[in-house]
Nanobody, 122 residues
Framework: VQLQASGGGLVQPGGSLRLSCAVS????????IGWFRQAPGKEREFVAN?????YYADSVKGRFTISRDTAANTVYLQMNSLKPEDTAVYYC???????????????????WGKGTLVTVSS
């Protein structure tokens, strides 16, 4: 299984970025694919996930949108109105099943890609 995240970079506050996660080695349409992030000195934090439904952290709701392209086996995270507190390494994750009440728990996800750094700064 490979999860290849890309699209990170430096952006000014209020700007936008789109992260991509190219997935291989698993039944893409049946897996939950999502994003976590980790800021310096902080624990990993759930951002969003998608399979039949989408879930978002309260801190990104209304600003971030997760979507999937089944033909391309790719999940996207469109990030708008970025804030300095969005600065983190963003990780793509996957799992075949996640306890609904625990989808924010990083331990629920078996597969992790290498992260991509997002820096929001003027």
């Amino acid at each position: 299984v490979q999860l290849q995240a890309s699209g990170g970079g430096l952006v000014q506050p209020g700007g936008s970025l789109r992260l991509s996660c190219a997935v291989s080695g698993l039944a893409f349409s049946r897996y939950i694919i999502g994003w976590f992030r980790q800021a310096p000195g902080k624990e990993r934090e759930f951002v969003a996930n998608i399979r039949w439904n989408t879930y978002y952290a309260d801190s990104v709701k209304g600003r971030f949108t997760i979507s999937r392209d089944t033909a391309a086996n790719t999940v996207y995270l469109q990030m708008n109105s970025l804030k300095p507190e969005d600065t983190a390494v963003y990780y793509c994750v996957a799992d075949a099943s996640v306890i609904v009440s625990a989808y924010r728990d990083p331990l629920q996800y078996d597969y992790w890609g290498k992260g991509t750094l997002v820096t929001v700064s003027s």
